[in-house]
């Protein structure tokens, strides 16, 4: 029997629904670029659903406008100012994810050799990068200074003078910043933190007068700024503006001792809601931040900031398939096709990331255990979580585009998850999943005669 919809006569009876109701579900911490349609995932114009079959599990989906609209909302805040926003691309170093923001206006925040080459390779204005980190070699040193980098974020007193060393045999000058430890607390997790005394990162404020003074006899320096990145995930503005006056204490200071700083560079460290933080939106406090900045007459100044997770955190999921249901007496676990080696935050931090059906059923929730099907006890991606799912289903991992996908290993010898990058209703294959061979491409077969026969 053909419906013909619209016409009077055609009295149908009430079609029983071949799918219940769509399941109410809450906004992601990715809305509204990844969004309830229909009673499945969506991100932005596609259903997350129909990237998973067309790409297999584990993978990374990614929405380009929610980057867009990250860097845009940064570069908002600053109109009107000399400002640049180099994205700390450790966060999400994938290169086409490079191209967005450098197509975006952005300068990227490095921390290693490779992560210049990477950066070189996106299209990348070396002008427009800085580079951070507590242990370059001289090699890295001397790749960055021949294609002319913007700025060196100088990280001890040693580093300076391999800095000088390495510029003076290029018969060049190192543009540099000291990156000072301004010694607040930033209230986030021991390992995220990095601008109290007692970490690893940075110069010691009582020390960084003394550094600059340094720097200014060096001739094969010359510097241009001064950098502080206070750690990661926070969630208030105040310990940014603790940060801020302890470095414009210095910047004071150091200017009475006649030399001059250029930029300032606040790096990055912003939070991201990954379950019920409450960060402040990048206007508000870049606000504050510039309101501080002018009150203290220093608005005249180039700013830098180097914003990694707050970029791109939100902007990104993992859709990861359920293998198994192994419900037990004190717990029960979904084991699933993504684990510590596709998403090491839970497994090294601790950290939640919400988890949530592509396609909800309904049904009474039950609690799970997230587990991942690497050989490790700390394999888990979600502890005790309310979950209608059965083995097949599809589940997303949310907040999954920062610290992820660049922290993945191949332990167990796994190889990387697919990427994918969603605009609009299209999408691209960025990262195409790894076969074996791709794992075991710069290893050498046995040639030693090393072989003993335990035989008699
Ligand atoms: C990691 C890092 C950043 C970015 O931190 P987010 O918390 O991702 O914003 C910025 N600057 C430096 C020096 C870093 O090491």
């Known amino acids: 029997m053909t419906a013909r919809p619209g016409s009077a006569d055609t009295a149908l009876p009430t079609m029983t629904p071949t799918s219940p109701d769509p399941v109410a579900m809450p906004a992601l911490p990715g809305a509204p670029y990844f969004h309830w349609r229909d009673g499945e ?215 009475a001792a006649g030399i001059a700083l250029h930029h300032l560079d606040l790096g990055g460290g912003l939070g991201i809601t990954y379950r019920d933080e409450t960060p402040p939106a990048v206007q508000a406090w870049m606000a504050a931040l510039l309101q501080r900045l002018d009150a203290r007459g220093h608005g005249h100044r180039r700013l830098l900031f180097e914003p990694g997770r707050s970029l791109v955190g939100n902007a990104g999921i993992c859709v990861t398939e359920v293998l198994y249901t192994k419900p037990g007496p004190a717990k029960s676990f979904l084991i699933v096709d993504a684990g510590m080696n596709d998403l090491p935050r839970p497994a090294m931090y601790e950290a939640y990331h919400a988890i949530v059906p592509v396609r909800p059923r309904a049904g009474t929730p039950e609690l799970w255990d997230v587990v991942g099907p690497v050989c490790e006890s700390g394999d888990w991606l979600g502890r005790d979580r309310a979950l209608v799912t059965q083995a097949g289903d599809w589940l997303a991992v949310a907040s999954a585009g920062a610290y992820c996908m660049s922290m993945a290993s191949h332990y167990n010898t796994r190889g990387k998850a697919a990427e994918v990058l969603v605009s609009g209703a299209r999408s691209q294959l960025i990262r195409a999943r790894e076969v074996p061979s791709d794992l075991w491409r710069q290893e050498r077969a046995l040639a030693l005669d090393v072989v003993t026969s335990t035989r008699a």
């Open 41 to 255: 995932l969506w991100v932005e114009e596609l259903p997350v659903a129909e990237l998973a079959r067309a790409h297999g599990t584990p993978l990374f989906v990614y929405s380009a406008s929610a980057m867009r609209d990250a860097a845009r909302a940064y570069q908002q805040a600053l109109a009107g100012r000399d400002a640049l926003v180099c994205y700390a691309m450790k966060a999400n170093s994938t290169l086409a994810v490079l191209e967005l923001f450098a197509r975006a206006g952005c300068g990227f925040d490095i921390v290693s050799g490779g992560e210049l080459e990477r950066a070189l390779r996106a299209g990348a204005d070396p002008q427009r990068i800085v580079f951070s980190g507590v242990g370059k070699t001289r090699a890295e040193m001397r790749r960055a200074l021949q294609v002319g980098i913007g700025c060196f974020n100088v990280e001890s007193l040693a580093e300076l003078d391999v800095l000088d060393a390495v510029a003076r045999e290029l018969g060049c000058r190192a543009p540099v910043s000291l990156r000072v430890n301004p010694d607040v607390d930033a209230q986030t997790h021991p390992y995220i933190s990095t601008g109290l005394r007692d970490n690893k990162f940075g110069i010691p404020h009582e020390q960084a007068l003394a550094a600059y003074q340094r720097a200014a006899t060096l001739p094969g320096l010359q510097v241009v700024g001064i950098d502080c990145h206070i750690g990661s995930q926070i969630t208030s503005v105040a310990p940014y503006l603790d940060a801020l006056d302890r470095v414009l204490d210095l910047v004071e200071q150091v200017e």
